[in-house]
């Protein structure tokens, strides 16, 4: 029980390296820093606010949990909680310092700009891992209360649905208003200094793709070793195997930091080459690892099979591999999807929209069919503790994974600094084709988080079954039966109107902004001239007041479902609900997120000269494309993942009351 | 046993009065029968195609049955297959002669054209039901063999999802095709004749619409009706209770042929009021006639209480009143959801496809909820068998039902027709008006033929699991088991799958019927000035080539599923993609059906005057969404339903096999 808190302590360690490293670095010229102040200060303005809210909604929770279950609960939870915003709060706040050195960087070239972006995403990126394993070990080190731990993951992903939904309402109202008026309406570049949009815009890049995506992979991450250690102690009832999580975890952490040192442009100055290489490096050397503390752990027990478990780790591994691939064919501009969107463009508006709603449906697929044969093949190896095991392994690499994801938006606030800024076009080519390679990895993240809650979600379903023969009722959930029927299909349902509460809440941000940027370029005299200055302050607050109000109906969906159907139509229901959630919820958030990419990477392709390039009526039809890609991929997919754990947790906790 | 052949038979001699009526309407004048002539060749010309490739295809499905499982089986699939085919045959051949009366009758005002076209859709509603019933009815009498049945129901779903596909993507590869050019790059209107696409487009309505809309119904129906004697067979094993479906289905088809009566315009002249009457009066008549049905039956059986059947089929009954709401209130130019995708237009292109996703997903919820709900109390009532009831009941107004749908493209192709012979405005203003009351009750076909689905989908998996005990291995399908899990997951992506097919294929039509129609504009001097004439034809071969190609891979995908996953994976797992594949599909299916319609009325609303009104910047907006719009309600929604079915039918033909 001593390692993971020496692999979480390294972690947090060697980020603070990093950061000390990534501060060091040239910040640029006087109207650089302005800019990137402009940013700081927006973003963590609006987080403050975010996080105040937040914790409004989660005093009356944590009352109700002390009450209801037990004061353990409620500190789990609020340790989580805490835990969670300290991540996304740290995780940004890198964020905005890097993307300033980044652009500055970019001056020199691909290569340097790299560095700095990726050292910039590790910090974040092993913040998450290293505090998600420590609060997790402490925790647990301290009370041995698994119950207790349950609550802690509530916290974390309440946190997490928030920051999601916050941070995605944001960006995006944002990012879709400002490009609506000014790419389309007024034919200027994204990011042009003339755009009243364009610092919420930026400001939104922190706030969604770095405070949500970490809070986001943190309590992913955290739930996955929570239902592992639940499931060990369930089947198995040693506390050697409640640990062996823990174990992965820390042995991958300390993978990923080694791994994180492959990272290096290669000679074809390919950018996904050298995430690929840090990436590979993290995963052989994990599964290098894993063996001897596997054999080592076996040794001691009896009827626990070394290769069994070995195995399922692999298959973890092997999942994460094979979602990488899968996405990167859907997103990448070298290949068929994204070309095929492109090519649509041509056309016109609306065959550029059927193309990538074709290509995003599709996209589903194959990693569906990786997750449900691995799991099989997992539950053959090992029975249930082997799907648990690969969730672990599987997610195990989330160090590496959020660093690879991070530069993506680290780069794309770069270039908006550098177009502020007016610096050469050489500077907007390298982080343009970071950004792109980012879109990929950002899409690689969603569709990681989201496929772990797909393995995970037997784990889950059946820690609940458990919870409930625990508490004296062991239940059938056979699907004959019309309860666990009308459940799957509530359940289901939740995904649908989840995913329609965020794509109006941008809808309307977005209309709002539309019309704010409209009145300035109207009443202004001299903007588009760029004589006079856009009152940028002004869409900041239309979207900060507009995110904070709309986030808080759809958060509130996974807490109050799983309630109304646990104690109105009984536990079986509530138990086809979990499933049926995660049924519909794989699919809409994978054809979201790596949909919306294809279309951004659609736009950037055609940006790069084909099909006529920028200003041609393909560019106006890809821009519509990925305007409607913003919200897809950046707010309703991703806030998926978050809402369905929400469920999964909140059904645990109720499942005694419903025996 | 006498009954249903005499509601058939009055079913079909209705159908045939009405059809004699509507042919000695006036045809109007020579320009307007040349044209309505042209689109009745080219639409005569695509569904021999179509019918001779698809029973290619199903030849050799008639060996395979003939030869592992019996010559009934086989031959009731050809029966099924034909009849279904003929449906589509009758009710397309009729909506081509009908178009023209009405586009006649329009210049008389509302009134009268409202009544041609309701006849003339009355016939395919008459024609439907009565041939569904007649087969379903003559082959049990002859064969007494239900597992006969089943392959009737295979035949009928097989022509059914290849009519919904190849229809599909014919009519909006068209429509997108002519539409991109023509209203957004050209800025003319629809229908115009100067279009070369136009003529294709309107050939589209009548095979997709009316031919593929009219099989897909047929199908619904008779697997419905099938799947209800089967239970009754396995549950009761009492021949009364066999006949008990058949006997509601004849009641209804005589008070669906008095309901049709009392579809007159009323003083307030509102269209749907008009159906609305037809509609009550059909369900009111349908449940007095139900009652002494019931008691009579009931009298002669122990154990069958009759208010619990009764009720359940007064559940189907309220099932459809509650689905016409909802679907009206989502997809009715009156409400909200639809004023909001119009004032998301406003903002341009991207924030309307954004809005009308959000309605889209939204839309869901409450259907599904309907769904979930009644299945659990006619499952209360009855069990089982009770939700057989009730969606036999549902299903029994299948004929008014599709009445209301038909009139739609009816007044679709008048209005083209009108459009093309240069009528004036007043007369395109009539077709308008019933055209897009024609796009809610289309939606609310769509939506009903998949939520019976829904209803009968507990139905069809126990039936899966009363043959697979037949035949030896009576199975628990509990939602622990990772079979299970993997095999919903698996089904689940199916619908996602066969989604995206369509969508592609209507993409890649609608390309190259862009790029046809531009090369045309460019070529032949004098067409945009009205002074040559466009080449209909090629643009009607085009799409005609695509549709047969590009139909065949999307409809294999439900007939191999489930052959792959049952003999690999086993009869768990196969249990598992049957219920997987009706919890998404579902959602896909109400979501593009009721976002497509919310999407095309939007644009019609703002041709109304709002926002600009035509040729405004928030219509050139609106007219993306109707595009997009256009592939999700007529392609990819609508095939969803026949898809789910003939997997269902597989898996219970093979069930003998898997265990």
Redesign the interface.
């Known amino acids: 029980m001593t390692l993971p808190f020496i692999a979480s302590g390294l972690a947090i360690l060697y980020s603070f390296c990093l950061m000390h490293w990534v501060l060091k670095q040239p910040q640029g010229s006087p109207d650089m820093i302005k800019i990137a102040d402009a940013i700081a200060e927006g973003s963590r303005a609006y987080l403050k606010r975010q996080t105040i809210n937040t914790f409004f909604i989660a005093i009356p929770l944590v009352a109700l949990l002390a009450y209801f279950l037990s004061l353990n609960t409620a500190l789990g939870f609020l340790l989580g909680a805490t835990a969670s915003a300290i991540a996304g709060f740290l995780g940004m706040n890198m964020a905005v310092k890097t993307n300033l050195r980044t652009a500055q960087s970019a001056k020199k070239g691909l290569k340097s700009a790299l560095n700095i972006a990726f050292k910039g995403g590790s910090v974040t990126g092993m913040l998450v891992v290293g505090l998600a394993l420590l609060v997790v070990s402490l925790f647990y080190l301290v009370t041995k209360d698994l119950q207790a731990l349950i609550g802690l993951g509530f916290g974390g992903s309440l946190i997490s649905v928030f920051a999601r939904l916050g941070g995605g309402i944001y960006t995006k109202g944002a990012d879709?208003g400002a490009?609506?008026v000014g790419k389309?309406?007024k034919n200027i570049p994204e990011d042009d200094p003339r755009n009243p949009g364009v610092i919420a815009d930026l400001v939104g890049d922190n706030v969604g793709d770095c405070a949500g995506m970490a809070a986001d992979l943190f309590e992913t991450y955290a739930i996955t070793l929570i239902a592992a250690m639940l499931l060990a102690d369930i089947v198995f009832k040693q506390t050697a195997l409640v640990i062996y999580p823990l174990t992965l975890g820390s042995l991958a952490i300390i993978s990923s930091i080694i791994g994180s040192f492959f990272v290096k442009l290669p000679k074809s100055r390919k950018i996904m080459t050298a995430l690929y290489q840090g990436l590979i490096a993290s995963g052989i050397l994990a599964l290098i690892l894993f063996y001897p503390a596997t054999a080592a752990l076996t040794a001691t027990l009896t009827g626990v099979s070394t290769m069994a478990l070995y195995l399922s780790s692999l298959i973890g591994i092997l999942i994460t591999a094979l979602f990488v691939l899968i996405t990167e064919y859907y997103t990448s501009r070298s290949f068929k999807p994204v070309k095929t969107i492109a090519?649509?463009s041509t056309?016109?508006?609306?065959?550029n929209?059927?193309?990538g709603?074709?290509?995003s449906?599709?996209a589903?697929?194959l990693p569906?069919?990786v997750?449900?044969?691995a799991?099989?093949a997992a539950?053959q190896l090992a029975g249930?503790f082997g799907?648990a095991i690969a969730a672990t392994s599987m997610l195990s690499l989330t160090g590496i994974i959020v660093a690879i994801d991070s530069f993506g938006p680290i780069t794309d606030n770069a270039g908006g600094i550098a177009e502020m800024t007016q610096q050469p076009a050489e500077v907007r080519k390298v982080t343009d084709s970071l950004d792109a390679v980012g879109n990929t990895t950002k899409a690689i993240t969603k569709g990681y988080a989201i496929g772990s809650a797909?393995l995970a979600?037997?784990v889950l379903?059946?820690a609940y079954?458990q919870e409930l023969t625990h508490a004296g009722q062991a239940l059938?959930?056979?699907?004959?039966n019309?309860?666990?029927?009308?459940?799957?299909?509530?359940g289901?349902?939740l995904s649908?109107?989840f995913?329609?509460?965020s794509?109006?809440a941008?809808?309307k941000t977005?209309?709002a902004v539309?019309?704010e940027v409209r009145r300035q370029f109207k009443q202004i005299k001299g903007l588009m001239a760029g004589k006079a200055k856009p009152q940028y302050g002004r869409c900041v607050d239309i979207v900060t007041q507009a995110a904070l109000k709309q986030m808080v109906v759809p958060a509130l969906i996974p807490v109050i479902a799983p309630l109304i159907v646990g104690f109105c139509?009984g536990a079986e229901a509530l138990?086809?609900l979990l499933?049926?959630s995660i049924?519909?919820g794989?699919?809409v958030a994978i054809?979201m997120t790596t949909g919306g990419a294809a279309w951004d990477n659609a736009k950037k392709y055609i940006e790069a000269g084909e099909y006529g390039g920028k200003g041609s009526l393909a560019h106006q039809a890809a821009?519509?494309g990925d305007?409607?890609g913003d919200?897809?991929k950046d707010t309703a997919g991703p806030a998926i993942n978050p809402m369905i754990k929400i469920l999964n947790v909140v059904a645990l906790l109720i499942a005694g009351f419903l025996a």
Chains 1, 2 share one sequence.
């Open positions: 879709v490009d609506m389309i309406e090519e649509a056309t016109g508006h609306g065959t929209i059927i193309a709603l074709g290509i449906l599709k589903t697929f569906v069919l997750i449900a044969l799991s099989l539950f249930l799907v797909g979600a037997l379903f059946s079954t059938k959930f056979d699907l004959g019309p309860y666990i029927i009308a459940g799957l299909f509530i289901a349902s649908y109107l995913a329609a509460y794509m109006e941008v809808g977005a209309m539309v019309k139509l138990g086809g499933i049926g049924v519909t794989i699919f054809s821009i519509t305007t409607v919200p897809y």
